[in-house]
């Protein structure tokens, strides 16, 4: 019994997705087909579908998966060691100091090879 449980979830899954699908168009669609109502209203009720749709959503396994990969982040997230306002400071005046550096050498690079091209090709005296 337990088996065809298993292969009958899938299927139940589908028609959630397929019915959210749906749902989202149809909502998109009396947003735009009732342009004489107020834009409030018609916000609340798109709000509204959305809100369902990711109840729906959260329903099937792909939505418990994605929903546990959100938790599993924010787990993940906490347990960055985020750099000090002194190190950040620091790194980015290298930052800048290294940007300003290949910057000068590119400007000399490029004007020593202007000048080159100058004495080939005889122009500019």
Do not use: C, H
């Not at 099937?60 to 060691?81: M, P």
């Amino acid at each position: 019994m337990s088996t065809q449980a298993e292969a009958q979830t899938p299927v139940f899954d589908i028609v959630k997705q397929v019915f959210s699908v749906f749902l989202v168009v149809a909502g998109v669609f009396a947003f735009y087909f009732f342009s004489e109502v107020s834009v409030l209203y018609r916000v609340i009720g798109l709000l509204v579908v959305a809100l369902v749709v990711l109840g729906l959503m959260l329903t099937t396994d792909l939505g418990r998966n994605i929903w546990a990969f959100f938790l599993e982040s924010r787990l993940e997230v906490r347990k960055v060691v985020w750099p000090t306002r002194e190190e950040t400071t620091r790194t980015t005046m290298l930052v800048f100091a290294m940007v300003f550096t290949v910057g000068l050498i590119l400007w000399l690079l490029d004007m020593a090879l202007f000048k080159g091209v100058q004495l080939l090709t005889g122009q500019g005296g």
